[in-house]
């Protein structure tokens, strides 16, 4: 499966190093444009452009045009998603070592 077809999942979205870092830089700011974005990669415009897009189609960064260009806010509302996921597995891993505790402490 390539990654344009993969393109709403947001786990696939943050997957990517580059991408994580520009959700990053986006949650410190009101909004960016894509020229003071790239200045923090070494990578080109339109590299950093294609991996906002792919933030932008998972819903994770919102555009606006402001004359000619286009500036970049985080949307962090899909994120809850991966907070719930991980808050199932933080519970599992909670109750698992309580358990080793009482088996620990029964045979002590």
């Not at 909004?31 to 990669?41: A, D, I, K, R």
């Not at 933080?90 to 088996?103: A, C, D, P």
Request: proline content about 3%; aromatic content about 8%.
């Amino acid at each position: 499966m390539n990654e344009k077809s993969q393109d709403r999942d947001i786990y696939v979205a943050i997957a990517d190093p580059t991408r994580r870092k520009l959700l990053r830089l986006l949650a410190d700011v009101e909004e960016l444009p894509l020229n003071e974005l790239t200045v923090h990669f070494e990578m080109g415009r339109t590299a950093v452009s294609k991996h906002l897009a792919i933030l932008k189609e998972a819903g994770l960064v919102i555009s606006r045009k402001v004359g000619r260009e286009t500036r970049y806010r985080l949307n962090a509302a899909p994120l809850r998603e991966i907070e719930d996921w991980v808050s199932f597995y933080r519970r599992f891993w909670s109750e698992r070592m309580l358990l080793l505790n009482e088996i620990l402490e029964e045979e002590q």
